[in-house]
């Protein structure tokens, strides 16, 4: 077994400026905000759909700057963020102190989360999967920490759309691994801007049905992104549309291709 310590000494919590200040600069923008919003309004309905308590216990896991912590905190809830980028954690602190609300930040690895099994209601991983090579322990970890019956949200990318916004490159989800993997070794080497100076690039490319696929033996229902939709936000005309997609799974298929990202809720059984 990996001694923690050992494996915490080797975590680089540094972060280039560049990096730091571009994602210090969108989380706290408007359009971030609204998305963070977004998020939330869902598992909140989710969860009154599954008769949830209404003070949820909350596990933001690459919390970043914290922006989806201190939404669910300002409501009431329990929160706590993880995320390896010391930096954008103490940003996270500051903006949550600034605020009056009580939230416990931590850096740390979200293969080895700090919290003890089935404590947490609601797990979010936000944009992080695409990050971690050992992406199953991280779904493992999080399937851990998390209570019978809690709802575990993940966005992360979509290998079925050539549009992204990982790499500054054109159709770079189509790429082939050999070529990815080349481009990984610039981002981290001689040229950091075309991954954005992350000091960790998106190494994994997933679709909906590889990550529902892997999460059912673990216990999840999964749901996709028109799975959860709320039809009564959406016009008449976009409520069609949404349970045209539901119906088919053709159409569902091609709406996926059609989309930048990937979004699921799992609900664990």
């Not at 200040?21 to 359009?31: E, V, W």
């Not at 990984?184 to 679709?207: C, K, M, Q």
């Amino acid at each position: 077994m990996t001694n923690p310590t050992t494996e915490r000494a080797a975590w680089d919590h540094t972060t280039h400026q560049a990096f730091y200040d571009y994602y210090a600069d969108k989380s706290a923008s408007a359009l971030a905000q609204q998305s963070a919003e977004r998020v939330k309004v869902i598992m909140l309905r989710l969860a009154r759909r599954a008769s949830m308590p209404s003070r949820l216990d909350v596990a933001d896991i690459g919390c970043g700057p914290g922006s989806q912590a201190v939404l669910w905190a300002a409501d009431g809830h329990r929160v706590c963020g993880l995320d390896v980028n010391k930096p954008l954690i103490d940003l996270a602190r500051e903006r949550a102190a600034n605020a009056g609300l009580s939230i416990r930040f931590e850096v740390g690895t979200a293969t080895q989360l700090p919290w003890a099994n089935e404590t947490v209601d609601v797990c979010l991983l936000p944009e992080l999967l695409e990050h971690v090579p050992d992406w199953r322990t991280c779904l493992r970890e999080a399937a851990r920490v998390l209570r019978s019956g809690g709802l575990f949200y993940v966005s992360t990318t979509n290998v079925l759309c050539p549009r992204q916004q990982e790499f500054n490159l054109p159709l770079y989800s189509w790429y082939p691994s050999a070529l990815k993997r080349y481009c990984e070794r610039l981002a981290v080497t001689s040229r950091p801007s075309i991954a954005n100076y992350a000091r960790y690039p998106a190494v994994n490319w997933f679709s909906y049905y590889a990550l529902r696929d892997f999460l059912a033996p673990l216990g999840f229902r999964c749901l996709d992104r028109f799975d959860i939709v709320d039809e009564a936000a959406k016009t008449p005309a976009q409520a069609r549309v949404v349970r045209a997609i539901r119906k088919s799974a053709l159409l569902r298929f091609a709406a996926h291709v059609a989309t930048p990202s990937l979004a699921l809720v799992a609900v664990k059984s």
